[in-house]
């Protein structure tokens, strides 16, 4: 069975900081990957996804992701954050043989300004 | 385009009683979810369905948890009993299944708390 790791579950960041949420996952075959995004007291809504292609992902508002295979990774990247990224992020992978999409158990984002 | 609608967006209840949470999926959407998210534990499967029918409901905690899917527009998670350790915010979440790409489109979410 797959499952996902996400590494931090806690960032503080300054406007204007790096930043990087590492995600790792368990499953030896083909997978899709997505990273979710829940604002304060909202529902969950897709960042970005990949499931085939350039390794390389951008997503919406400026956020990216690569997935590196040999490593079993999606990390979450964004250059500069701003105050409205503060959420939580959640890590999720699809193995090609199930339907069940798989959480990490997600990161808390404070960003101030 | 009407998205995942969920309902009641709150619930209070005491120990003992039961809960229906309900939800409609996007139209065209053949596949369904049910979630449990809580600090603890984030967000849990629970539940999901394929053209209406329950495929994977080993995320179902215990038998007090049910839920069905009557037609492609409807489904409901039951609780019965409910115990205070079920209160956590109850999400549904629907797909395309043939897009083969798996990403889900969620509900606003239903919060329970048992008392």
């Known amino acids: 069975a797959q499952s996902v790791s996400q590494h931090n579950h806690h960032v503080i960041l300054s406007e204007a900081a790096s930043l990087e949420l590492g995600c790792n996952y368990s499953?030896?075959?083909?997978?899709?990957l997505f990273w979710y995004v829940q604002y304060p007291g909202q529902h969950l809504q897709l960042l970005l996804k990949?499931?085939?292609?350039?390794?390389l992902v951008k997503g919406i508002k400026g956020f990216e992701a690569e997935f590196i295979k040999s490593k079993f990774s999606f990390n979450l990247r964004k250059p500069s954050v701003q105050w409205s990224d503060t959420a939580e992020y959640f890590c999720a992978v699809k193995a090609h043989n199930t339907d069940k999409l798989i959480f990490g158990t997600g990161t808390r984002l404070q960003v101030f300004p | 385009d009407a998205g995942v609608i969920q309902s009641p967006r709150h619930e209070v209840t005491e120990m003992g009683q039961e809960v229906t949470l309900r939800c409609k999926p996007i139209s065209g959407h053949n596949s369904l979810f049910w979630y449990r998210q809580t600090m603890m534990r984030g967000l849990e499967l629970l539940i999901y369905f394929n053209n209406n029918v329950p495929i994977d409901d080993s995320g179902m905690p215990e038998d007090r948890f049910s839920a069905k899917m009557p037609n492609a527009s409807f489904s409901t998670l039951k609780i019965q009993p409910s115990e205070p350790r079920d209160s956590a915010v109850y999400f549904c979440a629907s797909s395309y299944r043939a897009s083969n790409t798996g990403e889900l489109f969620f509900g606003e979410g239903s919060r329970l708390t048992v008392l």
């Open positions: 990949y499931f085939s292609g350039d390794p």
């Open positions: 499953y030896g075959g083909t997978v899709n």
